[in-house]
Structure formats: C-alpha cells, structure tokens
C-alpha cells in the first residue's frame, strides 16, 4: 500500500490535525516506510507462537471474594460528628 500526499491530507483532516501542504509531502514516505515494516512483520512466521499479554507471565494474585460486614462500625463512629442508630447523621437538604 502507498500512501501519497492526498491520502496524508485526507488522514490529517479524520484525525482532526492541521497540517500544511509541506507536512504532508513531508509525512508521506514517512509513513511508506511504517506501513513496509508493517509488511515485513507480516511475512513473520508466527506458527506455534501462543498469543500473549506480555513478555513474562503474569499471574494476579487473588484473594477470596468474602462477604463480610467488616466489623469496625464502632470503631468508624467514632469519627462521626453525628451518629443515630449506627448511622452517620448528616443535615436535611431537601424541604
């Protein structure tokens, strides 16, 4: 695929960029040469290679989905300037 000086244009104005008309002449064999080493990658045989997320195995360490009622509410009270019930208490805001 080859990209010419139109296409650049084209691309800027989807993407939103000003470009002048020299950035665009500028940016097309840049932008030759990205998609030739994008052919290249796809001449790599990649048979029998696993697909992966990253270069080393990653393993989440995971704890146990526990429900609990966390057992602190005192202790959370404490540091509440109203409480009612085992509540917060906070002022009405809606007459």
Known sequence: ???DTPTVKRI???ARIAITDEDA??????????LGWIEQLGEVDTTGVE???AVIP???RL????VD??????LLMT????AEHGFFTVPKVIE
């Open 58 to 60: 990653n393993q989440l």
């Open 69 to 74: 009622d966390g057992g602190i509410r005192e």
């Open 1 to 3: 695929m080859s990209v």
């Open 25 to 34: 002449e500028r940016l097309a064999p840049e932008l030759n040469n990205i």
């Open 63 to 66: 704890r146990a989905d526990v």
């Open 79 to 82: 540091n509440a300037p109203q």
């Open 51 to 53: 697909p992966m997320t």
């Open 12 to 14: 800027a104005s989807l």
